[in-house]
């Protein structure tokens, strides 16, 4: 159980912040595992000091959690301190100069060209629920859209006549996405009459229902989970099973355009990335297929290569 101050700061987050439930719930775990941690050393949240909260970093790490798990927590602990502070609760935030380990940058898993196409030909039939899986996938690769922002679309959203979308990203931030022509004629076909019409029930069960996009087969908005389903589906009949997931659909679709010369600012836009350090990560990759091109095809790429094959003079 929480105490009532942290309670507090997370009714804060809800009402002033407007976080939503997932994250949200997030805070209380974080927060729980934080508050049974001082309560075993007998101090109260307004009694923390910058040592302990550096013994709680020290306990997650001894327990074997991730960097990015151990930061985590910490944002949540800083947080709540803060909330202290500025509400009377505490008057000192020992949480304020604690840092947090180093997160590794992986590099995203974008698939090869070859791998995506493949991906959009599995989708073989013509019926109504085939339209809308082709539809979804031609979309996610397409635009670069976020799973959560493509079963969010509205019909209001889609505006095919120009080519363009009407995404809501992280904290409903809106940008307006462009549809590549195979993506433009998938949406088409599925918003149809023998697509999404097909689907559509005589009486719509909630009215986010009959302006959503993409419908399940009871004639419902189609869930974050129902379409993560449906790309999994299509990933393993491609062969491309373990290896495919909506984000690397992303990463794939931003990744390709910097291959093939857009610039990073415009990717940085179609993609809704607050920074285009975030977007940077993304020439990291085509860098490294160029590496990885570069010492597969130069005869003098390797330590070993021409070694004895050019005599001096």
């Known amino acids: 159980m929480l105490p009532a101050a942290a309670e507090e700061f ?8 407007g976080r939503s439930a997932n994250t949200l719930a997030a805070y209380r775990r974080d927060l729980r595992a934080y508050g049974e941690f001082v309560h075993g050393r007998g101090v109260a949240l307004a009694e923390v000091t910058e040592p302990l909260i550096e013994d709680y970093l020290a306990f997650l790490r001894a327990a074997d959690r991730a ?22 609760y505490a008057s000192s ?49 397409g635009t670069g859209a976020r799973i959560s922002e493509v079963v969010g679309l509205s019909l209001t959203d889609v505006d095919l006549e120009s080519g363009l979308l009407r ?3 992280k904290g409903a931030k809106e940008r307006v996405v462009p549809l590549g022509r195979p993506a433009g004629e998938a ?17 719509w069960a909630r009215r986010g229902d009959a302006e959503a996009v993409f419908l399940n ?5 189609l869930s974050r989970q129902g379409a993560w389903a449906i790309v999994r589906k299509y990933g393993d009949t491609a062969g491309l099973r373990g290896r495919l997931t909506p984000h690397v659909l992303r990463h794939s679709c931003a ?12 990717v940085q836009e179609l993609l809704g990335h607050a920074s285009v350090s975030t977007t940077q990560v993304y020439t990291k990759v085509s860098a490294e297929r160029l590496r990885q091109v570069y010492e597969a095809a130069h005869p003098r790429a390797t330590a070993d290569a021409g070694r004895g094959g050019v005599a001096s003079g």
Do not use: C
């Open 10 to 17: 997370l009714s804060w987050l809800a009402v002033e912040k």
């Open 187 to 203: 949406l088409a076909a599925w918003l149809s009459g023998s697509g999404r019409g097909a689907l559509s029930p005589e009486r």
């Open 255 to 266: 990744t390709h355009m910097l291959d093939h010369g857009a610039d990073i600012r415009a």
């Open 167 to 169: 995404v809501f990203g």
């Open 67 to 88: 960097p990015s798990s151990v930061n985590r927590a910490l944002v949540a602990v800083r947080s709540l301190h803060r909330f202290l502070l500025d509400e009377g």
């Open 93 to 141: 935030d020992p949480a304020g100069d604690v840092g947090g380990p180093r997160v590794p940058q992986g590099l995203p898993k974008a698939l090869p060209e070859s791998d995506i196409e493949r991906l959009l030909a599995a989708v073989v039939s013509d019926d109504a629920v085939s339209r809308r899986d082709r539809a979804i996938l031609e979309v996610l690769y």
């Open 217 to 221: 087969a009871r004639g419902g908005r």
